[in-house]
T-cell receptor
Framework: ETGVTQTPRHLVMGMTNKKSLKCEQH?????MYWYKQSAKKPLELMFV???????ENNSVPSRFSPECPNSSHLFLHLHTLQPEDSALYLC?????????????FGPGTRLLVL | QKEVEQNSGPLSVPEGAIASLNCTYS??????FFWYRQYSGKSPELIMF????GDKEDGRFTAQLNKASQYVSLLIRDSQPSDSATYLC????????????FGAGTRLAVHP
């Protein structure tokens, strides 16, 4: 099993639903990330948590709400999503410093919004 | 707008050949450079990282960095069908914490 786990692996939700994605890292890292990967587009950084503090919110709509209760866990709460939000959501972790540290990815959650 | 550019491909090479994947980046302050491999339907996995100008070799893979030209490349020697995947170039953005910007990826197809 990878050092970064994500659940669920697949999720289908309606536009009025509320759901949460969970990420857990077992690598002793202190920074965690949410990325969105849509077809034919580069990975888009959504949020960065460093030492449990949000340090980056990359102009993400408020229907996506992150939560980082501790350095090992990261959540992405979803509500009133749109069909264009259908994508692969990837969690990653790393050491926060130095800035050059490698990021390690979880397996991702494939989200379909109907 | 900070960017990382890659040729989307597909790059098609015969088995046993050398595959050459290229990447350019816009931020001269970037200090670390990563190559990830992503199989269809899977998450990115790290292949190599490079920090200094020149070449870095790891098995069949060689990363090359030229900061003056803002250019990074990945060579795969003795390409195998199992190397067929999308290769993502990632570059760090200086700014006080670990932040990467990714290229859109180059799809590599190695045919027997």
């Amino acid at each position: 099993e990878t050092g970064v786990t994500q659940t669920p692996r697949h999720l289908v939700m309606g536009m009025t639903n509320k759901k949460s994605l969970k990420c857990e890292q077992h690598l002793g890292h202190n920074a965690m990330y949410w990325y969105k990967q849509s077809a034919k587009k580069p990975l888009e950084l959504m949020f960065v948590y460093s030492l449990e503090e949000r340090v980056e919110n990359n102009s993400v709509p408020s229907r996506f709400s992150p939560e980082c209760p501790n350095s090992s866990h990261l959540f992405l709460h979803l509500h009133t999503l749109q069909p264009e939000d259908s994508a692969l959501y990837l969690c990653a972790s790393s050491q926060s410093l130095p800035e050059t540290e490698t990021q390690y990815f979880g397996p991702g959650t494939r989200l379909l919004v109907l | 707008q900070k960017e990382v550019e890659q040729n989307s491909g597909p790059l098609s090479v015969p088995e046993g050949a050398i595959a050459s994947l290229n990447c350019t980046y816009s931020d001269r302050g970037s200090q670390s450079f990563f190559w990830y491999r992503q199989y269809s339907g899977k998450s990115p996995e790290l292949i190599m990282f490079i920090y200094s100008n020149g070449d870095k070799e790891d098995g069949r893979f060689t990363a090359q960095l030229n900061k003056a030209s803002q250019y990074v490349s990945l060579l795969i020697r003795d390409s195998q069908p199992s190397d067929s995947a999308t290769y993502l170039c990632a570059v760090n953005l200086p700014g006080g914490y670990n932040k990467l910007i990714f290229g859109a990826g180059t799809r590599l197809a190695v045919h027997p």
